[in-house]
């Protein structure tokens, strides 16, 4: 039986990402979406919410087998203890090879686990998670880069925020 990871911070999921999810999961008969913590950011959303709004962005695109799980720690470990044989990754523009080409070489060296990169849709290469952040602080509609779910806890989220006081 197949099985890959394929891993982010989430923070929030967007339509660039599930674009991602929809295409590897006919690609292993089972996906792991892992909500994962990037030690080198800040995250808007902790691990719990972001399970959740990936679960729900998940559940509305109608996907069998996936799984959407958390994980807090390396995700070679999570990779060798459920016995996951890919890490699935997108690529958006050149600029994310270089950086992928490097975790890739470390989850290498870490564990037995082989990498498949997927390209980004072309329509879609300009998506970031903090983009949405951003766009969502100034009130800006996102219907075509998230799900309905995420737009509404980014709202949740930014409306006690005095955000427009922040431009300056
Ligand atoms: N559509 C839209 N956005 C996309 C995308 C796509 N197809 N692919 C990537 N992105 C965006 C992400 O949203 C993210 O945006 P942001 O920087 O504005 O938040 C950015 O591109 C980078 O994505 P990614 O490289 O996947 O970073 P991430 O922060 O989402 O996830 C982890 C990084 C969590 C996978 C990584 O930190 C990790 O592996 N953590 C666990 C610890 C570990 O095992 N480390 C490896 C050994 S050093």
């Given at each position: 039986m197949s099985r890959a990871l394929y891993a982010g911070s989430f923070d929030p999921i967007t339509r660039g990402h599930l674009n991602i999810i929809e295409r590897a999961s006919k690609l292993f008969d089972k996906l792991f979406v892992g909500v994962a913590v990037n030690p080198d950011k800040k995250h808007l959303f902790n691990i719990r919410e972001r399970h959740q709004m990936t679960t729900d962005a998940i559940r509305d695109i109608g996907i069998?087998?996936?799984?959407?799980?958390?994980?807090?720690?390396?995700?070679v470990d999570y990779c060798n203890q459920y016995d996951i044989q890919y890490f699935v990754r997108g690529l958006r523009v050149s600029t994310d090879f270089?950086?992928?080409?490097?975790?890739?070489?470390?989850?290498?060296?870490?564990?037995?686990?082989?990498?498949?990169?997927?390209?980004?849709?072309?329509?879609?290469?300009?998506?970031?998670?903090?983009?949405?952040?951003q766009l969502a602080k100034f009130g800006h509609c996102l219907d075509t880069y998230v799900t309905k779910n995420v737009y509404s806890a980014l709202q949740n989220k930014y409306s006690n925020s005095d955000s427009k006081s922040v431009i300056a």
């Open positions: 069998e087998n996936i799984d959407v799980v958390e994980i807090p720690g390396l995700l270089e950086y992928e080409m490097q975790m890739f070489k470390i989850n290498r060296d870490l564990g037995n686990v082989e990498t498949i990169f997927l390209p980004a849709d072309p329509n879609q290469t300009h998506l970031s998670s903090s983009a949405v952040r």
